[in-house]
């Protein structure tokens, strides 16, 4: 079935290092969500990307969708403790003109060390 | 708050029972989706409506689990039969659209013994 790949699977930089994970499809999407969840919470809403080659900012956070609709990434510049989480990318089917449910994947946790 | 509504929080049940797990979306919003999470793991995919309809039921993962939503407003999860493997948090989420943010649930956690 439809698979949303994330990488890497955890990630443990130094305050203000940067921070990078990426996402990938196997098929063409029609958008993507970026969610992060922090420890014992639920997944909160970052961003939607929905135009090939789209680039958004978010202070911090840099998010991309790929070229082709399958793949992106976020990026974190100089992360901070409050960056901590888990973060997931949800990639939305495109069923025909109809949309369809968003697949997530598994997620990068990313712990801070201060 | 109006935000996104599960009940129980919390359910423990042994082997064999039978588990409704209820969500009450924000008010206004048309799809309704329902996911479970294992720790360390991504939220899987299990039905998604669009108002009363399921628009997508692929996630399902056999025929012991049924989700309603009569009114295209609040929906249960029925889980008949409950097995060790089901034990997960199960979260609901809710958008505007088909096609908007996901805005989700505290979950519910169920285990089953």
């Known amino acids: 079935g439809q698979q949303v790949m994330q990488i890497p699977q955890y990630q443990h930089v130094q305050e203000g290092e940067d921070f990078t994970t990426y996402c990938n499809s196997s098929t063409t999407l029609s958008n993507i969500q970026w969610y992060k969840q922090r420890p014992g919470g639920h997944p909160v809403f970052l961003i939607q990307l929905v135009k090939s080659g789209e680039v958004k900012k978010q202070k911090r956070l840099t998010f991309q969708f790929g070229e082709a609709k399958k793949n992106s990434s976020l990026h974190i510049t100089a992360t901070q403790t409050t960056d901590v989480g888990t973060y997931f990318c949800?990639?939305?089917?495109?069923?025909?003109?109809?949309?369809?449910?968003?697949?997530f994947g598994k997620g990068t946790k990313l712990s801070v060390k201060p | 708050g109006a935000g996104v509504s599960q009940t129980p929080s919390n359910k423990v049940t042994e082997k064999g029972k039978y588990v409704e797990l209820r969500c009450d979306p924000i008010?206004?919003?048309?799809?309704l989706y329902w996911y479970r999470q294992s720790l360390g793991q991504g939220p899987e995919f299990l039905i998604y409506?669009?108002?009363?309809?399921?628009?997508?039921d692929s996630g399902l993962p056999n025929d012991r689990f049924f989700a309603v939503r009569p009114e295209g407003s609040v929906s249960t999860l029925k889980i008949q039969r409950t097995e060790r493997g089901d034990s997960a948090v199960y979260l609901c989420?809710?958008?505007?659209?088909?096609?908007?943010?996901?805005?989700f649930g505290e979950g519910s956690r169920l285990t089953v013994l």
């Open positions: 409506f669009q108002g009363t309809g399921a628009a997508d």
């Open positions: 008010s206004g919003h048309t799809a």
């Open positions: 949800a990639g939305r089917l495109n069923y025909g003109g109809s949309q369809g449910n968003l697949i």
């Open positions: 989420a809710s958008s505007l659209g088909a096609t908007g943010e996901l805005f």
